[in-house]
């Protein structure tokens, strides 16, 4: 083998965020940019020498070239083997699937999940361990830390030349690589986890439709597979099912403004029975009914509220996580069910610990993500075979079980609105300036009406290994029984968004059938008022509501 030691230095921005490195793809493709941050991974996540490493994305513009560097730089530094998916391809729950079904030593993402693609668009790299999540909080700051101390990488002479497009063994330099089917694995586990019986029967009832958008993401295969392949859906169920590196031009972020095609079908004359879709990477999901959008938080809810009765979670599930921002309409079904409930920060990895020790089997957190202890991340398709599982046990609609749901345990009206394109500047000043001000926030009146009665900046000790994480957002009560939440996002590349989430619970029948932006608008107001929104950003409105 010919290995070279390429001289480097370090670049100081190479911090992980809530999921990984990202970046845009200009920052990315800089010499030595991703060499210094794998080196780092390399470096510091010594199990993979002579472990295994799965390796693959949702096949974004700059994909190809990443995977021949890492494989080169795998083979320099003495990684045992590595698996990577066919054509490059990798969903991030089949990864984590993947990595616990093979015994692997951890894996290496190559996704920025619901943003852009593209050549202008964005690019990541995220490391996940053993047990098939990201690399919790000491691990990732690790690899930071390593990312600072860079002078050089090891990498192999030649190209890798691994023929992506057929499975098969080869080798790069004498370390043996094998393209695998990304599909074959999670598949399986899809199979022993859902009643694909009654599935087929629900899906080839003749009475019952559906629509899956894969948003031109990885998904699209995973889907195409098992809903008209396994379980008989016709095809042309999934659309936009052609994984593409920039996305066919979209944001691949499934929420009612970006996922258009779903929405357009969903609330025609005609509708399907049943909508979803997944995002660039397939870890987030959104659900829609005839004419009728499900909110993330509500299903989290139903799902809790109904996991036992599926057959790989029958007589097993004893606990349930959200991450703080999400709403708290999970935390009554755990009350009601007898089930633990915790509140943790935005970020799978932070249930990752929880999962391991077996206190929950369901997790979810309010940007669309949700999933179970198969894995250890979130999963846009296992989510909506859960809501197909339901709606075959119920033989309701989806606005049929929801509403039945409010019936049972009240109304979560809940918003996320986004301020993006804020510079970093702003964003931190905004936040900084709001935390200064937290002691003396409650009780402080609003020109909007509701008055703050209690403001804190979430902070989280970890209740299986003790580690804290302190600066997780800021939350606001309301006399009127509202709650809020500010935080910045963790996982754009470039300036800074600014995420605001709004809830109120409402327990009387006759109001559930408000509009949402009305019951919220007062306590909008005051939270923009409160947190000095406009003064410091110039913005009127928000640029997402969701």
Request: net charge negative.
């Amino acid at each position: 083998m010919t290995i070279i030691e390429e001289v480097s230095s370090p670049f100081e921005d190479q911090r992980p965020g809530t999921s990984g490195l990202r970046k845009t793809v200009e920052q990315f493709s800089q010499p030595r940019y991703l060499e210094n941050f794998i080196q780092a991974v390399l470096d510091t996540c010594t199990e993979l020498r002579g472990g295994t490493l799965i390796l693959g994305g949702d096949g974004r513009y700059y994909t190809e070239t990443a995977i021949d560097t890492i494989l080169r730089m795998a083979a320099a530094n003495g990684v045992g083997r590595v698996l990577v998916g066919r054509d490059g391809l990798f969903s991030t729950p089949a990864v984590s699937a993947t990595i616990r079904r093979r015994g692997a030593a951890g894996g290496i993402l190559l996704t920025a999940s619901h943003n852009p693609g593209g050549p202008d668009g964005d690019f990541g790299v995220k490391y996940n361990i053993a047990n098939g999540g990201p690399a919790p909080e000491p691990v990732t700051e690790a690899i930071y830390a390593r990312s600072l101390e860079i002078h050089g990488y090891h990498i192999t002479q030649e190209h890798a030349e691994v023929d992506l497009s057929r499975e098969g063994a080869t080798e790069v330099e004498g370390m043996p690589v094998e393209v695998i089917d990304p599909v074959a694995d999670y598949r399986a586990l899809m199979a022993e986890l859902f009643d694909f019986d009654a599935l087929r029967a629900l899906l080839g009832s003749g009475t019952f439709s559906m629509v899956f958008d894969a948003m031109h993401g990885v998904t699209g295969p995973y889907a195409r597979a098992i809903l008209e392949e396994d379980l008989g859906a016709p095809r042309g169920t999934v659309i936009n099912g052609e994984p593409k590196p920039d996305f066919a031009g979209c944001q691949p972020d499934p929420n009612p403004v970006h996922a258009r095609d779903l929405m357009e079908r969903m609330y025609r004359h005609d509708a399907p029975d049943f909508g979803a879709a997944s995002d660039g990477d397939g870890d987030r999901n959104m659900i829609v009914g005839r004419h009728f959008f499900v909110n993330p938080s509500d299903s989290l809810a139903v799902i809790a509220d109904h996991l036992d009765a599926i057959p790989g979670y029958r007589g097993r599930v004893s606990g349930v996580a959200r991450s703080m921002p999400t709403s708290r309409a999970v935390d009554r079904v755990a009350e009601a069910r007898g089930y633990e409930c915790f509140e943790t920060p935005t970020g799978w990895k932070f249930f990752g610990n929880l999962l391991d020790a077996d206190r929950v089997q369901l997790c979810g957190e309010e940007s669309f993500g949700t999933s179970s202890d198969h894995v250890r991340e979130k999963d846009g398709l296992w989510a909506v075979l859960a809501w197909l599982s339901i709606l075959a046990a119920s033989r309701e609609s989806v606005e049929a079980v929801v509403r039945g749901h409010w019936s049972r345990y009240g109304r979560d009206f809940y918003s996320r609105r986004d301020y993006e394109g804020l510079t970093r500047e702003q964003g931190e000043r905004l936040m900084a300036h709001l935390r200064d001000r937290l002691p003396g926030l409650a009780g402080a009146p609003t020109a909007a009406g509701p008055r703050v009665t209690e403001a804190d900046e979430f902070g989280y000790t970890d209740p299986i290994d003790g580690h804290t994480t302190t600066g997780q957002g800021i939350r606001l009560w309301f006399d009127n029984g509202a709650r809020a939440v500010l935080r910045l996002s963790g996982t754009g590349t470039a300036g800074a968004t600014l995420r605001i989430y709004l809830e109120k619970r409402e327990g009387d029948p006759l109001r559930h059938n408000d509009e949402c932006r009305d019951v919220l608008k007062d306590v909008a107001e005051a939270v923009r008022e409160v947190a000095e929104v406009t003064a410091i950003t110039g913005r009127k409105e928000p640029s997402l509501v969701v």
